[in-house]
């Protein structure tokens, strides 16, 4: 018998992102209309929103044998990069490490702990209605570098970088994120 493929199951769209969503108790975050009840749009991206999962794992050997028998986890480096479209003062106050909030501007310079904020990121189903994939960092710092590329012929997309924190109150298995594949909007 031949292999069942669903087309509909292949993920072809954008990804909307949206900040200091509050997360759920247990995932996902419910929708209503789509769209989550706190938190901010960051505004229209450019170029794909990338989930990236980077598990740290040590080998297990034995003197009896030449393989390796076992491996555990020792680290785990969740992030969700993308490039913001929209240059606005929000996401300049939101998306710089060190930057301070100068009330409609943002100046840089001896902040040494970063704000820490969640992200999500919601991508509408091929199947159309009210079916969504969720992708949450519960708690997470932006950071790396910075760079604003003003060009002629181009826009001035800001790459980001949020990394994922382990949020310790949460049950061990969904500290960092979570990734959910259908999500019903009501």
């Known amino acids: ?7 509909l199951n292949i993920h072809v769209g954008r990804g909307d992102l949206w900040m ?3 997360a759920p108790v247990s995932p996902p975050v419910p929708l209503t209309g789509g769209l989550p009840a706190t938190g901010r749009f960051v505004g229209a991206t450019i170029s794909a929103a990338n989930f990236i999962y980077r598990p740290v794992t040590f080998d297990i050997r034995t003197q009896q ?12 480096d969740v992030r969700l990069e993308f490039e913001i ?9 939101d998306f710089m490490i060190g930057a301070f909030d100068q009330g409609t501007f943002v100046s ?7 704000p820490v904020s969640s992200i999500l990121l919601i991508a509408p189903k091929r199947t159309g209605g009210s079916a969504f994939i969720e992708v949450m960092l519960y708690a997470c710092v932006f950071s790396e ?14 790459r980001i970088i949020a ?8 049950q061990q298995g969904d500290r960092l994120a979570f990734f959910h594949p259908n999500v019903i909007s009501s």
């Open 1 to 7: 018998m031949p292999a069942v493929i669903t087309p």
């Open 20 to 22: 200091g969503v509050a």
């Open 65 to 76: 044998d030449t393989g390796i028998v076992g491996y555990v986890i020792t680290e785990e």
């Open 85 to 93: 479209g929209e240059l606005t003062y929000e996401n300049l106050r």
């Open 108 to 114: 840089i310079g001896s902040i040494i702990i970063p």
């Open 145 to 158: 570098d910075r760079t604003f590329p003003f060009q002629r012929q181009g826009w001035t997309n800001v």
């Open 163 to 170: 990394r994922g924190q382990s949020t310790l109150t949460r």
